[in-house]
Antibody, heavy 118, light 106 residues
Framework: EVRLVESGGGLVRPGGSLRLSCAASGFTFSSYSMNWVRQAPGKGLEWVSSIITSNTYIYYVDSVKGRFTISRDNAKNSLYLQMNSLRAEDTALYYC???????????WGQGTLVTVSS | SYELTQPPSVSVSPGQTASITCSGDKLGDKYASWYQQKPGQSPVLVIYQDTKRPSGIPERFSGSNSGNTATLTISGTQAMDEADYYCQAWDNSAYVFGTGTKVTVL
């Protein structure tokens, strides 16, 4: 069974930092590209970042470029998102998600909540 | 940047057919996926590669994609299908999600 379990969310002041983690199990983690997708309270889905299997290609939505860094440790079956210079508009539930066939996202975690507020 | 537009809401009677559109420039040249999200739950993939259903997704869910519009069709809609639905495509090294459609089963 595929499992994606996020952690690391919490309350942080504007300008602060957080590191999100995602523990993957039930599949060969190193063989799959992975995403972070967020959802602000009461809003729609927003893609944040993608990382290809071997760290060779990394992509970000424009609004987080230069502030967020995605990474993975295939030996630990883990995905990370380092978030710096956080803003109120970064407040959201952050999902770890696996890339499936033909650019789809086939598995999602339960999400970890990030709240940026003073 | 690329945008995908969906109607905010669709209402359907039980047993009837619900159609949700997703509009984007030359969307038919890309692969469209669809996700169902119920309140308090994570999204679930219901259609990928325009028309394919993942294992475990009921046959009443179907998809199409041509020109500038992708469509998710729910045939014989059931009360359990009441949810938010999002389309998604990959464009210029970025995932793009649609604006979302709330399906209400009256």
């Amino acid at each position: 069974e595929v499992r994606l379990v996020e952690s690391g969310g919490g309350l942080v002041r504007p300008g602060g930092s957080l590191r999100l983690s995602c523990a993957a199990s039930g599949f060969t983690f190193s063989s799959y590209s992975m995403n972070w997708v967020r959802q602000a309270p009461g809003k729609g889905l927003e893609w944040v970042s993608s990382i290809i299997t071997s760290n060779t290609y990394i992509y970000y939505v424009d609004s987080v470029k230069g502030r967020f860094t995605i990474s993975r440790d295939n030996a630990k079956n883990s995905l990370y998102l380092q978030m710096n210079s956080l803003r109120a508009e970064d407040t959201a539930l952050y999902y770890c998600a696996r890339v499936g066939y033909y650019d789809s996202i086939d598995y999602w975690g339960q999400g970890t909540l990030v709240t940026v507020s003073s | 940047s690329y945008e995908l537009t969906q109607p905010p809401s669709v209402s359907v009677s039980p047993g009837q057919t619900a159609s949700i559109t997703c509009s984007g420039d030359k969307l038919g040249d890309k692969y469209a996926s669809w996700y169902q999200q119920k309140p308090g739950q994570s999204p679930v993939l219901v259609i990928y590669q325009d028309t394919k259903r993942p294992s475990g997704i009921p046959e009443r869910f179907s998809g199409s994609n041509s020109g500038n519009t992708a469509t998710l069709t729910i045939s014989g809609t059931q009360a359990m299908d009441e949810a938010d639905y999002y389309c998604q495509a990959w464009d210029n090294s970025a995932y793009v999600f649609g604006t979302g459609t709330k399906v209400t089963v009256l």
